[in-house]
């Protein structure tokens, strides 16, 4: 059967119409708060992934529909790319069927919530300056002035001293320039390397020119995704109060350089969760099988699967599906008939089946940490665990929709990142109610219990791809 | 929703006529109290025809649970055939014969609605069904399956069902397989998304 694409966007009219329609009750508004990302008014720990290539991805509706449905919150395009249309004219100008193709791509990912960082990269339109540049991401912020699901980046890597070049001056009238159009505009602007050169100079960079947010890409050496080094770069891109945003981490795969620590997700499931562990902002993952559509497989989920390591693992991480065994070692925690009624602590391994499998989502976005606000949903993929009354009561399956009641804090003891294998507890939101396996397992699961001992503990186990390495607590500890 | 459909509906619903165990529980047989008075007519009781998906069933390397991947498992219906609402208080799953500790778990975390019926959480509604997928995830060797279900149906009567003996193929030699928990992709197969 032939697949159905509007990679030509002249068919695409009628749908772009409907789209129109549709995204206005479906948007979602990217903001600044202090040194964190916010959607919708909710700080948030942003995952993207790569997808330069979007001008030209031939399958954008199913793209990222996928990308949205496994878990990232935003793509990384570049509008200018020579590997598809291209929005800007030498002169500036903008290109009518290019802006009109651009739009499309924007209300798709607005249709599927998800955030569009759009760097720009003058270099690639024959006979742009940065004098013409400016002129043409001026007029690309006006005419995307009704899309709040967006940051630019004014131009990638400026400071490698090849055509891609742009100076701070340039830089800065740019961003002068995005602001008198639209002062809503996030903006900010990527160097190369920002770990060489030096954190702190990134930092200082980003304060010098009064950028939004803090883009850093990285020098990508072998222990790249490891506590330490992250903790050294993020706390002091942090110091300047801005986000700091991880653009360009560690590649998976590239066309012209080998890099170490890139062939296996755990690389990239390490960092990702120490990025968030340590207060970043917002992760990229940075994948070339989004960057060129012009041959090879045209849906992205077919690159990414044609890859067992480390992309299709890793994007199989982002949601994970656990099991929370109850302190007996026995029983495992399982919503009856897989939710919608009660909830026991009866199911056991030897059991067939998959009803004690239960999906978990940290609600601030990113890998669960200790201390993260998390939602449970069951097997039947319809409800999600609830205390009932809010605590106090019995934990339930019923709900169909996260509300406080559907909160939980997960925690453990020193804090960190929440791993495989790891004993956890569960409180009801903001209340001092525990749950609680009733005699340790084997029985009912409530969410009435004021004290934290073995009863409230449950190993957490994860079937879906996760990090098997622990990285240090922070100093103190989170709880 | 009922898992065992979801494990192999196709497998299923190909073998279920052919090799299907339906057995039918009068529940004179099993109640011990005194029969109705020959001057009125009996009370109707809950009656139960248990079927499986297959039987017997093959052992298989894959897909049994998270936790244990191989063993032998299939889906298991049981169908309220008197007429009679029943509310099971208990469960009892046996390996040859003999309780296993290793499946003590209670009913309603075992069973469940069968698609497309009508379901009431903690009973078995009258003429209505449950279902689940049962059988043993294990690296050990077993030769059957049975299941027990003890409550009282709408007219207070105490009723225990035993289902039948669910028949375990034998186990290739060399499969067994160390306790490990494996990660599984959340999409094996081509995403829903497809279709668009």
Not at chain 1, 176 to 202: F, H, L, M, S, Y
Request: hydrophobic share 40%.
């Amino acid at each position: 059967m032939k697949r159905g694409s509007c990679g030509r966007f002249a068919g695409c009219i009628v749908l772009i119409g409907v789209l129109a329609c549709a995204t206005q009750a479906q948007a979602q508004r990217l903001s600044i708060q202090g040194d964190r990302f916010a959607i919708d008014g909710s700080p948030r720990f942003l995952i993207f992934i790569t997808y330069f290539g979007a001008m030209g991805a031939p399958n954008i509706i199913n793209d990222l529909h996928v990308i949205r449905s496994v878990g990232f919150d935003g793509i990384r395009i570049w509008p200018n790319l020579d590997t598809g249309p291209q929005l800007m004219n030498g002169d500036g100008t903008l290109r009518p069927d290019e802006l009109s193709r651009l739009r499309f791509i924007l209300d798709q990912a607005r249709l599927e919530h998800l955030v569009v960082d759009v760097t720009f990269t003058y270099e690639h339109i024959r006979g742009m300056t940065p004098a013409t540049a400016r002129l043409g991401i001026m007029a690309a912020t006006d005419a995307l002035r009704s899309y709040d699901n967006l940051l630019f980046d004014i131009q990638n890597e400026r400071n490698v001293q090849d055509r891609r070049f742009m100076s701070e001056a340039d830089v800065a009238r740019i961003f002068a320039g995005i602001k008198a159009v639209d002062p809503t505009r996030i903006a900010t602007c990527d160097n190369a390397r920002g770990d060489d050169e030096g954190p702190q100079w990134v930092a200082d960079f980003t304060v010098r020119l009064g950028l939004d947010v803090t883009a850093l890409h990285e020098t990508r050496r072998s222990d790249w995704y490891t506590f330490p080094v992250y903790q050294t770069i993020i706390r002091t891109l942090r110091s300047n109060g801005r986000p700091a945003y991880l653009q360009e981490p560690m590649a998976t795969r590239d066309s012209f350089f080998s890099y170490p620590s890139n062939d296996r997700a755990e690389y990239f499931l390490q960092a990702i969760a120490n990025a968030k562990l340590l207060g970043a902002a917002g992760w990229c993952f940075h994948t070339e099988e989004g960057v060129d559509f012009r041959n090879g497989a045209p849906f992205l989920e077919d690159r990414l699967r044609a890859h067992p390591e480390p992309e299709w693992a890793f994007v199989n991480s982002l949601k994970p599906r656990v099991i929370l065994r109850a302190n007996n070692g026995v029983n495992y925690v399982v919503p009856e008939g897989g939710g919608g009624g009660a909830v026991r602590a009866d199911r056991t391994a030897a059991g067939p089946g998959s009803w004690e499998i239960l999906g978990v989502s940290a609600l601030a976005g990113g890998p669960l940490v200790s201390g993260d606000r998390v939602a449970f949903t069951t097997p039947d993929g319809v409800h999600y665990l609830q205390a009932a009354g809010g605590g106090g009561g019995a934990l339930r399956a019923a709900a169909e929709s996260v509300g406080g009641w559907e909160t939980f804090i997960i925690e453990k003891v020193g804090g960190g990142v929440i791993r495989h294998g790891d004993s956890i507890t569960l409180r009801a939101n903001d209340t001092a109610w525990y749950v609680v396996a009733d005699g340790g397992g084997g029985g009912n699961v409530n969410v009435n219990s004021t004290s934290r001992g073995p009863a409230e503990t449950f190993t957490i186990l994860f079937v879906t791809p996760h990090s098997a390495s622990a990285a240090p607590p922070l100093p103190g500890g989170l709880d | 929703m009922c898992e065992a459909w979801n494990v192999d509906l196709r497998t299923a619903a190909g073998l279920l006529p052919a090799t299907a165990t339906v057995i039918l529980f009068a529940a004179c047989n099993t109640n011990t109290t005194s029969g109705p008075s020959p001057t009125q007519p009996p009370t109707p009781s809950s009656s139960f025809v248990a079927t499986f998906g297959e039987n017997p069933v093959p052992f298989r390397s894959t897909g049994c649970s998270a936790s244990i991947l191989q063993g032998w498992y299939t889906p298991a219906r049981l169908q309220e055939t008197g007429g009679v609402t029943f509310t099971p208080s208990s469960l009892i799953q046996k390996l040859d014969g003999n309780v296993a500790s290793i499946l003590t778990e209670s009913f309603n975390s075992r069973f469940g609605a069968c698609a497309g019926t009508p379901f009431t959480p903690g009973v078995i509604l009258a003429n209505g069904a449950v279902c689940a997928s049962v059988g043993v995830c294990t690296s050990s060797s077993f030769g059957n399956y049975q299941f027990q279900i003890t409550g009282t149906d709408a007219n207070g009567r105490a009723l225990t069902f035993d289902s039948p003996v669910l028949q375990f193929g034998s186990r290739p030699g060399g499969q067994s397989t160390p306790f490990s928990f494996q990660a599984q992709q959340v999409f094996a197969g081509k995403g829903p998304w497809r279709g668009i």
